[in-house]
């Protein structure tokens, strides 16, 4: 299993970025796919997860009305379009997957890509 995340970059607070999360190596229909984050000298956060038939999705506190998750199944590819930026946003974002049971732990999760990085000027 592979997760290959993209699309972090640099943007001005208030501005727009959407990731991209493509997977590869195994068939998902049963997994959960999240994202995390993880600023530095922090702890890995969860931010959002959804399932793979797309029929629920949870978001962090932090990030609710500002961040959505979607899938599309035909390409293994979930997203994050994360709008109303803030620089607390700053962090280097993870792809994951994880089965029918994952929740909002990192415990939860068997499966991680590299990492995006997304920084946010003020």
């Known amino acids: 299993v592979q997760l290959q995340a993209s699309g972090g970059g640099l943007v001005q607070a208030g501005g727009s970025l959407r990731l991209s999360c493509a997977a590869s190596?195994?068939?998902?229909?049963?997994?959960?796919m999240a994202w995390f984050r993880q600023a530095p000298g922090k702890e890995r956060e969860f931010v959002a997860r959804?399932?793979?038939?797309?029929?629920?999705?949870y978001y962090a506190t932090s990030v609710r009305g500002r961040f959505t998750i979607s899938g599309d199944n035909a390409k293994d590819t979930v997203y994050l379009q994360m709008n109303s930026l803030k620089p607390e946003d700053t962090a280097v974002y993870y792809c994951?997957?994880?089965?029918?049971?994952?929740?909002?732990?990192?415990?939860?999760?068997?499966?991680w890509g590299q990492g995006t990085l997304v920084t946010v000027s003020s």
């Open positions: 994951t997957a994880g089965d029918y049971r994952a929740t909002s732990y990192v415990r939860d999760y068997n499966y």
């Open positions: 190596g195994r068939t998902f229909s049963s997994y959960v």
């Open positions: 959804i399932t793979r038939n797309g029929d629920s999705t």
